[in-house]
């Protein structure tokens, strides 16, 4: 089975952190960026953070910088992003999906190779 599987949300206190977790099954990221989703309801999609897996470069909405670090195993297929001082406006459905990383950039969804089911998180105040 070929997918990417997101876990780690849940309900935080603002303040608080989680860990995201995006796993590969079925096949391994090579040359490909992985990117961090999140999405509102009735608001526009947002990607939050991004690396590279070749190079290891890590990009970061301003929105999170600071707050948020994503990083990778590859070891275990594995992209993380580490969320930190939680707020209630961080409080979205997270997707993590990959693209080649020459296209890192896009948030056009039909560029995407995989897109892994999101994970519910919410912040309260």
């Known amino acids: 089975d070929v997918q990417l599987q997101a876990s780690g949300g849940g309900l935080v206190q603002a303040g608080g952190s989680l860990k995201l977790s995006c796993a590969a099954s079925?096949?391994?990221?090579?040359?490909?960026?992985i990117n961090w989703f999140r999405q509102v309801p009735g608001k526009e999609r947002e990607m939050v953070s991004s690396?590279?897996?070749?190079?290891?470069?890590?990009w970061y909405a301003d929105s999170v910088k600071g707050r948020f670090t994503i990083s990778s195993d590859k070891a275990k297929n594995t992209v993380y992003l580490q969320m930190n001082n939680l707020q209630p406006e961080d409080t979205a459905v997270y997707h993590c999906?990959?693209?080649?990383?020459?296209?890192?950039?896009?948030?056009?969804?039909?560029?995407?190779?995989?897109w892994g089911q999101g994970t519910q998180v919410t912040v309260s105040s």
């Open positions: 690396i590279t897996m070749t190079r290891g470069n890590g």
């Open positions: 999906a990959a693209v080649w990383s020459a296209r890192w950039f896009t948030t056009d969804r039909a560029e995407y190779d995989y």
């Open positions: 079925g096949f391994t990221f090579g040359d490909r960026a």
